[in-house]
């Protein structure tokens, strides 16, 4: 399988099965699971949702949104709690103008499934971590 670091961002291939032992990147030789969503950009959002093959889970959000700010410490124990079956991420729509636009972000937070650059599932609003759950559990 291939999954983009998220400290470097570089791509590393790694075995199915060595996904659960704690994989490091061969190139800044960090771990390739950080258990925390990454800040996603229009610089590193290629490798995280295209070019990687471990679906990654997406937050559009805002500072000035206060859903937004109650959901954020849900979606990061679920990023503790479901990795290495999803990597996490967040685009800040107000820095990352141009990939809220891409993909037509119009509420947040608005949550998104890439898998290889294809959206397959896409959920707005807040979520409860038992309904995130839920969701995530249809796509894993």
């Known amino acids: 399988m291939i999954i983009a670091c998220p400290h470097c961002d570089t791509l590393n291939r790694v075995p199915n099965e060595r996904l659960t032992e704690q994989p490091t ?3 800044c030789k ?3 699971f950080a258990a925390a969503p990454i800040e996603l ?3 590193n959002f290629i490798n995280h949702a295209h070019k990687s093959e471990l679906p990654i889970v ?3 959000w805002a500072s000035w949104c206060g859903p937004c700010k109650s959901f954020a410490p849900i979606f990061s ?3 503790k709690a479901w990795e290495p079956r999803f990597r996490f991420g967040k685009i800040n729509t107000e820095e990352q103008q141009s990939l809220a ?3 037509n972000i119009r509420s ?3 949550l998104m499934i890439f898998k290889q650059g294809h959206i397959i ?3 707005s609003g807040a979520l409860p971590r038992t309904a995130l759950d839920q969701w995530l559990k249809g796509y894993r």
Do not use: H
Request: proline share 4%.
């Open 30 to 32: 960090q771990s390739l």
């Open 25 to 27: 990147c061969g190139k």
């Open 58 to 60: 997406v937050d559009f």
């Open 108 to 110: 947040i937070p608005t």
């Open 121 to 123: 599932a896409q959920q």
């Open 77 to 79: 124990d679920a990023a």
């Open 101 to 103: 636009a891409q993909f």
């Open 41 to 43: 950009t229009s610089a």
